[in-house]
Each structure stands twice: as structure tokens, then as C-alpha cells.
């Protein structure tokens, strides 16, 4: 059986809308707060709570952040991530239609996690896996590992679909066929018939 696995940002999702709206809430200018936000991302979505990242981004530009602070920056992020592609939106219910397995690796905070799971999208997903909840996140090749055992298939039996190169070639390294996205057209060419 040939499970299809899914990334959620940039792939389900369109790109935050919320950047703007953030950096407007720390006082800072877009540019600015956008490297601020990404810089320590990777470390949020690997399982650094809130307070803490958002702490991380007010440092880089000098603000300081507090819990009614990191809330309400934490709200407005993840209402930017909740974007769905419509065209991404029916290719998953065409596939689930079609009995394929689909599983979600994302890398998200586990506070997106626990909000992105309520989603009506994830109802044609048979698993979500979130790296926010298992402490690693991608490219690191455990997180691979843990997407296998959880599903239950072996890493050959898995396609792959992410927008960032590094964590396709993690995928490939891990022993999945990863395929970098290009858009749901493209994702039915490569899944066939």
C-alpha cells in the first residue's frame, strides 16, 4: 500500500497572511519582524513553547514580550496559517475518495497542532503528525522514522510532498520518495492514474 504524505505550510496551506499584523504588534517593521519570525522558528516547531520563541523574536528586534503578548501573537499566527489552497483542498478529497492513505508531517508548533486538527481538511487524513509534538523536526531524519512507525508502513511505501528542498532530501535520505511541491497539477502527474 502506497501511503501519500502531505506538508502542511506552503503546501495545504497558502502563505501566512499574518506577517504584517505580527510585526505591526511588536512595532516593528515587516522586513525586519520576517527575520525575527524564521530565524528561531526551526527550534518552535521542534517544540519550544510560545512564550518562549516569541521571546526569541522580540529579543532580535528589542521588544519585550510578555505571556498577554506571546497569546495574542500566538492567536493571530495561527489564524495566518489557516489558508487552505482550494486546489490542494480537492485533490485531497479526491485521493481519499479514491481509498489512498494519506498521512500530514508538519512542521508546526503543537499550539497549531491542537488548532489545525479541528480542521474539516484533516478528515481525509488517516494520520497527522505534528513536529511540535515529537520534539524534532524536519529534515532530522527521526522525525521519518516516527512518520513510518506511526503509520505503520515501511519508508519505500511513502511518497512525499514538501516545499522546502532540505526536507525532501531528508525524506529521500530516510528512505521515502520525496517530491519537492509544485502544486497540486503537478502532484497528480506525479502520483499517475
Not at 94 to 106: C, K, N, Q, T, Y
Request: net charge negative; proline share 7%.
Amino acid at each position: 500500500m502506497r501511503w501519500v504524505v502531505f506538508d502542511y505550510g506552503e503546501v495545504i496551506s497558502q502563505p501566512s497572511g499574518a506577517l504584517p499584523e505580527l510585526a505591526s504588534l511588536l512595532g516593528a517593521p515587516v522586513e525586519d519582524f520576517a527575520a525575527a519570525y524564521w530565524e528561531p522558528r526551526h527550534d518552535y516547531d521542534s517544540g519550544t513553547p510560545d512564550l518562549v520563541y516569541w521571546r526569541a523574536v522580540g529579543a532580535r528586534l528589542g521588544v519585550e514580550v510578555d505571556e498577554a503578548l506571546s497569546a495574542r501573537l500566538t492567536d493571530v499566527d495561527v489564524r495566518g496559517w489557516l489558508r487552505p489552497d482550494p486546489s490542494v483542498l480537492e485533490l485531497l478529497a479526491d485521493l481519499a475518495s479514491e481509498g489512498v492513505p494519506l498521512a500530514l508531517l508538519s512542521n508546526a508548533s503543537a499550539t497549531f497542532a491542537r488548532v489545525a486538527e479541528r480542521e474539516p481538511w484533516t478528515r481525509h487524513f488517516r494520520h497527522l503528525v505534528f513536529s511540535g509534538d515529537l520534539g524534532v523536526a524536519k529534515p532530522d531524519p527521526r522525525i521519518f522514522a516516527a512518520l513510518a512507525e506511526r503509520i505503520g508502513a515501511d519508508p519505500r511505501d511513502c511518497v512525499f510532498f514538501d516545499d522546502r528542498q532540505v526536507n525532501v532530501d531528508g525524506a529521500n535520505a530516510a528512505g521515502l520518495t520525496g517530491v519537492l511541491w509544485q502544486g497540486s497539477s503537478h502532484a497528480r502527474s506525479v502520483l499517475g492514474p
